[in-house]
């Protein structure tokens, strides 16, 4: 069977003159800024990773494939690869639509030929087989605009990137690699992960077992939550393929892609994908193509995407005989060793453990310890939120003594401080409250990723944006609710700004006041739960310190630090 897949790649980049000729007119067209999944997708296009898309894809080759996986044509191609739009505003059917980055960089023009509206859950059914909104890809539909865009794509520069240049290999020129090097079967291994042992030793396996060689082809682009950043991965890659494999025997390349978490599906692309970077046999473990939406096994398509997925089997480790061996072969009674990711992340690294030679070279382990300090070296976020006068600003300074005598200096952001300074000219409408909290939750998330602490005393009535704050803290955020009965909380209250706000709603003028006539959305899970009229400000203090402890932020007195 003819497959389109391999050939002629697609190479949707103009010549120099053409592109000094768009962007002199990029001024008169509407701009559209590109997302990290756009501008992954937007690279894959221009380079011929997509091949043989030529463009965003229109109704009817999106409709075909999410309800059949293949274009209009009958080409397979298992997902949509699509630019979400807002109609309106310049972007319309005719006109030509300027694609940048987040720092205003031009990259492409998009001649829209057509926009249509498509049915979100629809998509997330057919193409990723879950509606659950938890689902990243689900998440990310429900994100965006309500319509896609397609058309003739012109692009003037693939997306910049500055980290690892000489591992950022086109289609094109890593087949020319491979075609110096005399490589005629080679087979790609796609990871999100670093590599241990196990994935060293089935790599290896995999190439002797097609009498080829080995590329290593790991996405750099946005992952699934919780999994290591691209950049310490990449150094456990190099670690590895400068030391422990055969020299000549592997290449390591990146591969600009957003993860779909779409199963089946996604194997399939990725597999297409690896044929276009001139592999002839792509690596994949069952559990794979196991989720998403169900087809069988991907080798079935074979012969139309023209390369073959070869089935590794997972690896364990015989500690009585120092060796790995695959699962199915490892006799009954034999004794097995492993250690899963969530081991991994949760109680080595959180710990400041070094993993087992064992399981992971040292090199790895060393390049991951250094980038996941233990839990009680992290940056941190610590969130109190409750009605005004529940005692989140006094909890929180006494809170600051105590850190300290553990030997975690912090920086408080308290609401009226915050409402002087970083959000200075901010009413208190619904949307200015959302943007306040949120200026508080950047600042304190970006602090928290840089190893500082950030305690933040702020009413923050709405759970939405507080999730939002928990975000951008990337899981290191502890939310204390201090759950002070609203007569309590007005008892306290010198300024009598409850009376006040009573009183206006009376007179028919409502003053949009917590509690009173406006919303307080409590915590459905915080990490702590305070009722200051019931508990003094030091029990208060010990509470949140205990909990800190559980959770490794800080280590108990008279904890060695080894």
Same mark, same amino acid.
């Given at each position: ?9 697609? =190479?949707?980049? $103009? ?35 997509? #091949? ?79 509606? =659950? ?57 796609? %990871?999100?992960?670093? +590599? ?18 080995? +590329?290593?082809?790991?996405? $750099? ?19 590895l393929v400068d030391n422990y494999y055969e020299p000549g025997s592997v290449v390591l390349s990146l591969l600009p892609y957003v993860l779909r978490m779409a199963g089946s599906r996604e194997v399939l692309l990725h597999a297409i994908i690896r044929r276009n970077y001139g592999c002839t046999h792509f690596l994949v473990g069952r ?22 997925? $070869? ?18 072969? $490892? ?56 009605? #005004?006068?529940?005692?989140?600003? %006094? ?97 306290? =209250? ?19 006041? %917590? ?35 559980? +959770? ?11």
């Amino acid at each position: 069977m003819k497959t389109p897949y391999g050939g002629t790649l697609i =190479d949707l980049t $103009v010549d120099v003159a053409r592109a000094a000729e768009m962007k002199a007119t990029a001024k008169d067209f509407a701009s559209l800024t590109l997302d990290e999944r756009g501008l992954c997708d937007l690279e894959l296009l221009a380079v011929g990773g997509f #091949s043989p898309l030529k463009g965003f894809l229109g109704k009817a080759d999106y409709e075909r494939v999410v309800a059949e996986m293949r274009l209009a044509d009958g080409t397979l191609w298992p997902l949509p690869i699509t630019l979400p739009v807002t109609p309106g505003n310049g972007v319309e059917e005719g006109k030509p639509l300027a694609l940048r980055d987040v720092y205003g960089n031009l990259l492409a023009f998009l001649h829209i030929e057509e926009i249509y509206a498509y049915d979100k859950e629809a998509e997330g059914r057919g193409a990723y087989g879950i509606t =659950d909104a938890q689902h990243p890809a689900v998440a990310h539909l429900n994100r965006q605009a309500g319509h896609y865009a397609a058309g003739r794509l012109e692009v003037l520069r693939t997306p910049p990137h500055y980290d690892f240049v000489d591992l950022r290999r086109t289609p094109k020129e890593l087949r020319a690699h491979f075609e110096s090097l005399g490589w005629t079967k080679i087979v790609a291994f796609q %990871t999100q992960n670093p +590599l241990h042992r196990a994935d060293e030793e089935l790599t290896k396996r995999a190439a002797q077992q097609v009498g080829g060689r080995l +590329l290593i082809h790991p996405v $750099v682009g946005t992952t699934k939550p919780g999994d290591v950043d691209h950049f310490t991965r990449v150094r456990c890659y190099r670690a590895l393929v400068d030391n422990y494999y055969e020299p000549g025997s592997v290449v390591l390349s990146l591969l600009p892609y957003v993860l779909r978490m779409a199963g089946s599906r996604e194997v399939l692309l990725h597999a297409i994908i690896r044929r276009n970077y001139g592999c002839t046999h792509f690596l994949v473990g069952r559990d794979q193509w196991g989720l998403g939406a169900a087809l069988g096994n991907p080798s079935q398509y074979r012969n139309e995407i023209g390369i073959e997925i $070869v089935e590794y089997k997972p690896m364990v480790y015989l500690p009585e005989e120092d060796r790995y061996s695959p699962v199915e072969e $490892v006799p009954a009674g034999v004794k097995t060793a492993n250690i899963s990711d969530t081991q991994v992340r949760d109680h080595y690294l959180a710990k400041g453990l070094q993993l087992p030679e064992w399981f992971s070279r040292p090199a790895v382990a060393e390049i991951l310890n250094e980038s996941n300090p233990p839990r009680f070296r992290q940056g941190l976020t610590i969130w109190f939120t409750g009605l #005004s006068g529940s005692g989140k600003s %006094t909890v929180a300074h006494a809170l600051v003594e105590r850190l300290a005598e553990f030997g975690r200096n912090v920086s408080l952001l308290d609401g009226d401080e915050i409402r002087t300074h970083l959000s200075k000219g901010l009413s208190f409408s619904k949307e200015d409250r959302d943007t306040n909290i949120r200026r508080v939750g950047f600042v304190a998330g970006l602090v928290a990723q840089h190893g500082g602490t950030t305690l933040c005393s702020v009413i923050s009535p709405y759970r939405a944006v507080r999730d939002d704050a928990r975000k951008m803290s990337k899981g290191n955020f502890v939310e204390v609710f201090c759950d002070t009965p609203m007569n309590v909380c007005e008892q306290r =209250d010198v300024k009598g700004l409850y009376a006040k706000a009573r009183n206006a709603v009376v007179e028919g003028r409502p003053m949009g006041f %917590t509690g009173v006539d406006d919303p307080y959305e409590a915590p459905l899970n915080p990490e702590v739960s305070v009722d200051t009229s019931t508990l003094s400000v030091e029990a208060c203090a010990n509470k949140i310190i205990e909990k800190l402890i559980e +959770l490794g932020y800080i280590l108990p007195h008279g904890h060695i630090v080894v």
